[in-house]
Structure formats: structure tokens, C-alpha cells
């Protein structure tokens, strides 16, 4: 069977966290990337008010809470991540009063908000940076200047190097070099000077004020860096990320950071909340980020980054929950943000990487925790391969040797409706320009397809918060990590403190359960038959089953009712 044989009126509306205290332990939070959203002014450029336009879209597809990329004022450098005034709509996407209005509207559809802050860097058009320029020393120390090494200082003063290629410092007019781990344009805070940690909680203060419900953090694992700034002894650190401790992310100092803005958030009502995009070498150390004094929830990139294979993808599902679990934070899962690669291009593209793509958004929606869906996943759309160099905005592009440059792929806004570009993106064209045949791909043509992309999230969802078995951990004995077995093990294993258990499976298939539920996951190419685990109620694709026994398709996914 397929989604569209689930027509069954579903009674719940709400997540199932709420009635255990925390709504964000459950939630699906959908990730706008503003400038690629809706256009309403006809610039070509999304904006707050397109925005606010489409959030029936979001409520109709049964999302809790929406995450907006940054739309402060900003010389757009790094499409918005480099904020000059954090109190501010930047003219290109509207003003505090579209911002108001969108919040409001959010609220008014049972759609919390959740905004970007930026607390590593500021712009270099900061009113702090142009005046630590001008020769201001008292503006200097709330960045990281530093005098060069070398005779007459022409060396930078270590060996780092920018997450976007190139030597993370550059030198100013009077010979003295600042620190950039992303572009020139973004140049770090200070930490450790008393008015940049000031600065940022009346930031907060400030949009908490107008009224969103919690923080995305940038680079939540980046403000503090080692003592000395010691030098890293090798290059291509941009790889290093994630994977190896670096004297410039993830440092212990952070955590205090995180423990006061928890403090500022737990003295406004309405369950605020603060997420960490933090990247940690283990998942032990990412689960630092989460204890019950800091932030509610962090990405989890290991879960991105994971291969189609059944055995990896144990092993990392396996070691996150088990690593939120010692802290009592729920996990989240996240397959594409505005960073990465689109999911069904990395799953291979084509039809085999969106019948792939289909079955890990519902291994995702599954699984113990919070989820996110990054604009455009729910109509299945592919990487864009074939951006001409001109029309690229992607810092890394330019500079090289850092990242790969080509996070524009992935940022082409996406289609509403129509048959031609820009598919009611708005009434002009578009900042980034969009394939020819995404027409078939838009909202208008997949909403009422039984078969589409759009309409199994819009099951999945529906029936995520019907099932009392999924979303946040619940019940279930709790059972040690180390328990845990290869997938198409001969072992029962049940998580610790999830109600989840993994049973013994086909090489190649993930089978697991939680209270009254089931999943399965075909990875393999070919169609795996095996016990029926329960009655089918959604499916990436058909699934053939006598109620005895059933023939998983390839590449796709199963919701079992047990």
C-alpha cells in the first residue's frame, strides 16, 4: 500500500510531548530559508511578508514551528550571516513590522517561531568593527586582533584557517591582523570582553520581546577559543570539523555561554527555546550542549552525514539516542539545511535517490525525538547541479580551499506553482535561477497526488501526532548502549529510555518498534520479503503483504500499526 490508502480522519492536532511539558521534544520545525521562499516585493528575493503569505502551507502540512534564517540588516556577504545591526529587518526582506505581522500570523495557525542568531561574528560593517578600524581600541577588544608574527608582523598569528579556504586572519591598515573563521567580511567576537556577552542577552531580550519562541544559535560551538590560540599543525582544517578536536570550536567555555542564555530564556513564559548548530567530534561532546541547564536541542550531523547503509545508520542512531538520553534531552534529526548537499541528490539523484530520500524522511519522522524538514524536502527536490559561476553568491566559491562552494545548490528558491520558472516563487524572476521542469515538483501540482512527495510528508505528519507511539521518548525499560547490535543481527535490543527496540532483521533492513508501532527499512536494491510486523498505514512506496508475510520494495520505508 501507499500513503493514499491511510484516509483515516485523525483526531489529535497536537504534539505529543505537550501533555508531558515541553513541546519542542517532539516537534517537526521547518526550516525557511527566507531569501528562497516567497518573493513578494518582485526583486526576486524571498522576504518576511512572502513568508507570512505562505505559512498556510506549513500548517497545512502539519509542522509545529517554523526557523527563519537570518533576515537582519547585513551587507549579504554571507547571505545574511553577517549581521550589521541585529535589531533591524534588513530593507531587503521588509521591516519590524513585517516581522510583527509574521510572528502574529505564525501564532494565529498553531505555528511557533523560531529565529537565527549570529553569535560568533558580527559584519564588518558592524558599527563595533567600523569603529575598532577607525583606531577605536576600546571597540578592538570586543574582536580578536592580534599582532602578526615575523620580523615586521606580515605573518598571520597562527596557522589557522578559514572554514570558507584561506588564512582565517587578515591584516588592517596599522599592521595588526583580526580573526575570521568564515569570511573577511565576518569578523569574531571577543568572548571574553564583558560588553559582547551584555550585548547579546539584550538581543535576545529584544526578539523574545516581540515575541518568538526560541533561538537557533550559529556556530553555538564557536565563541570561545583556546588560550593562546595555539597553532593546529596541519591544513585542510575545514575537513577537520566535526570529526577531531580544534582549538577553535567546541571548547569548554561555550557551555557557560549557553547555561546564562538558558537562564534568560527560562524567565519568559511560553516554553522558549535555544538550538544548538554545534558540531562536536562525539556525539558524547554534542550531548554537552544539551544537559538540562543549557540549550533544549542541537543537530545532529551525524545522522546527515550517514550513509545509505543500514548498519551505519544503526550505529548512529543507536549512539545519539543514547548519548541525549544520559542527559535527558530528546534527539533530533535533520537530513538537508541550507549547508548541504539536497538529500535526494545524495542519495544517489534520479528516481533511486528520491524513492531513498522519501524512505529516510520516514525513518526521520520515526524515530525517538524532534525533527526538521528544510524547505523544499516535502516536494522532493534535487540539488542544482548546473548553477552557471556568475550567478553563485556562496563565499566558499570564491575563496576555495575551504569548503566545496557550492551551498547555492541547494538555496534555489522553491516552486509554487506553474509550469514555467519562477513557479510563483513571486512576480518576477528569481536570485537564483530555477531548473526547467520543476513545474511537476511545485505545491500546486503535488497537492491531491496521491503518489507525490508532498502528500506522503503531509500523511506522515498527520499521522505522527495521531500514533501515541511516536515522537518524544516515552516508557519502555531502559536497556545499556553498548547492547546494541548490528542491523540484521539475531538480537533484540531496546533503546535506553525511549521505547524503541530494534528487532532481528534481512541484511539490509532496519526493523524496530516503539508502543503499538512499527518501521521497517529496505536499503537494499531488491525487494526483501519477511514476517508482516503489523498492518500497514504508510509506505514510501507499495508494499505487497497477505498480513502473514510482506515484500518490502526497494529503497523505501514502512509504518507498521501493531
Excluded at 11 to 18: K, L, P, V
Excluded at 113 to 134: K, Q, Y
Excluded at 525 to 535: C, D, I, N, S, T
Aim: proline fraction near 8%; hydrophobic fraction near 40%.
Amino acid at each position: 500500500m501507499t500513503h493514499e490508502l491511510t484516509a483515516v480522519q485523525l483526531a489529535s492536532a497536537s504534539s505529543n510531548a505537550d501533555a508531558r511539558g515541553g513541546w519542542w521534544r517532539d516537534a517537526v520545525i521547518y526550516q525557511v530559508y527566507v531569501r528562497s521562499f516567497a518573493d513578494s516585493g518582485g526583486d526576486g528575493v524571498g522576504d518576511l511578508r512572502g513568508v507570512r503569505e505562505r505559512l498556510p502551507h506549513l500548517a497545512r502540512l502539519g509542522v509545529d514551528a517554523v526557523w527563519l534564517t537570518p533576515f537582519y540588516v547585513s551587507p549579504q556577504a554571507d547571505g545574511g550571516y553577517d549581521v550589521a545591526d541585529y535589531r533591524a529587518v534588513d530593507p531587503l526582506f521588509g521591516d519590524l513590522a513585517d516581522a510583527d505581522d509574521l510572528v502574529r500570523g505564525a501564532h494565529a495557525l498553531g505555528l511557533r517561531v523560531i529565529v537565527d542568531v549570529v553569535p560568533n561574528h558580527t559584519s564588518a560593517e558592524h558599527p563595533w568593527f567600523r569603529a575598532a578600524l577607525a583606531g577605536d581600541r576600546a571597540a578592538r577588544a570586543r574582536y580578536l586582533f592580534r599582532p602578526g608574527r615575523g620580523a615586521d608582523g606580515a605573518e598571520p598569528p597562527n596557522d589557522w584557517e578559514s572554514v570558507f579556504g584561506g588564512p582565517a586572519w587578515t591584516r588592517v591598515a596599522d599592521g595588526e591582523w583580526y580573526l575570521h573563521l568564515f569570511a573577511p567580511e565576518q569578523p569574531d567576537l571577543d568572548w571574553a570582553h564583558p560588553e559582547v556577552p551584555a550585548e547579546f542577552s539584550s538581543v535576545l531580550r529584544f526578539w523574545l520581546d516581540l515575541g518568538v519562541d526560541g533561538f537557533r544559535v550559529d556556530v553555538a560551538h564557536g565563541m570561545v577559543k583556546a588560550p593562546g590560540l595555539p597553532d593546529i599543525g596541519r591544513g585542510a582544517q575545514a575537513t577537520l570539523i566535526g570529526t577531531e578536536p580544534l582549538p577553535f570550536f567546541d571548547q569548554d567555555g561555550v557551555h557557560e555561554i549557553h547555561r546564562s542564555w538558558r537562564r534568560l530564556l527560562d524567565s519568559y513564559g511560553g516554553d522558549r527555546i535555544g538550538v544548538a548548530e554545534a558540531w562536536a567530534p562525539t556525539s558524547e561532546r554534542l550531548a554537552l550542549y544539551v544537559r538540562p541547564d543549557e540549550l533544549h536541542q542541537a543537530f545532529n550531523f551525524r545522522f546527515l552525514n550517514c550513509p545509505w547503509d543500514t548498519t551505519a545508520m544503526r550505529t548512529v542512531i543507536d549512539e545519539s539516542l543514547a548519548a541525549t538520553a544520559s542527559v535527558g534531552a530528546p534527539t533530533t534529526w535533520v537530513l538537508s539545511n541550507h549547508d548541504v548537499v539536497r538529500h535526494v541528490t545524495r542519495y544517489g539523484g534520479g528516481e533511486r535517490g528520491l524513492a531513498r530520500a522519501r524512505a529516510a524522511a520516514l525513518l526521520m519522522l520515526a524515530l525517538p525525538g524532534s525533527a526538521y524538514v528544510y524547505q523544499g524536502e516535502e516536494l522532493g527536490l534535487p540539488e542544482v547541479l548546473d548553477l552557471p559561476d556568475a550567478a553563485r553568491r556562496d563565499p566558499a566559491f570564491h575563496r576555495g580551499a575551504g569548503q566545496e562552494g557550492l551551498r547555492d545548490g541547494c538555496r534555489v528558491p522553491i516552486p509554487w506553482s506553474g509550469t514555467e520558472p519562477p513557479y510563483g516563487f513571486g512576480p518576477a524572476g528569481s536570485w537564483l535561477p530555477q531548473p526547467a521542469g520543476w513545474g511537476g515538483l511545485s505545491v500546486a501540482a503535488q497537492t491531491g497526488d496521491p503518489h507525490s512527495t508532498l502528500e506522503l510528508y503531509r500523511a506522515a505528519l498527520e499521522l505522527r501526532r495521531a500514533l501515541p507511539g511516536l515522537g518524544a521518548p516515552g516508557g519502555g525499560r531502559s536497556g545499556a548502549a553498548g547492547d546494541s547490535g548490528a542491523a540484521g543481527d539475531s538480537g533484540d535490543w531496546e533503546g535506553p529510555a525511549t521505547g524503541m527496540r530494534w528487532l532481528s532483521a534481512p541484511e539490509g533492513v532496519l526493523l524496530f518498534t516503539r508502543p503499538d508501532f512499527a518501521c521497517t527499512l529496505n536499503s537494499r536494491p531488491v525487494p526483501v520479503e519477511l514476517p508482516a510486523p503489523g498492518r500497514p498505514v504508510l509506505s514510501s512506496s507499495p508494499v505487497c503483504t497477505d498480513s502473514r508475510t510482506v515484500v518490502l520494495p526497494p529503497d523505501s520505508c514502512t509504518w507498521w500499526a501493531m
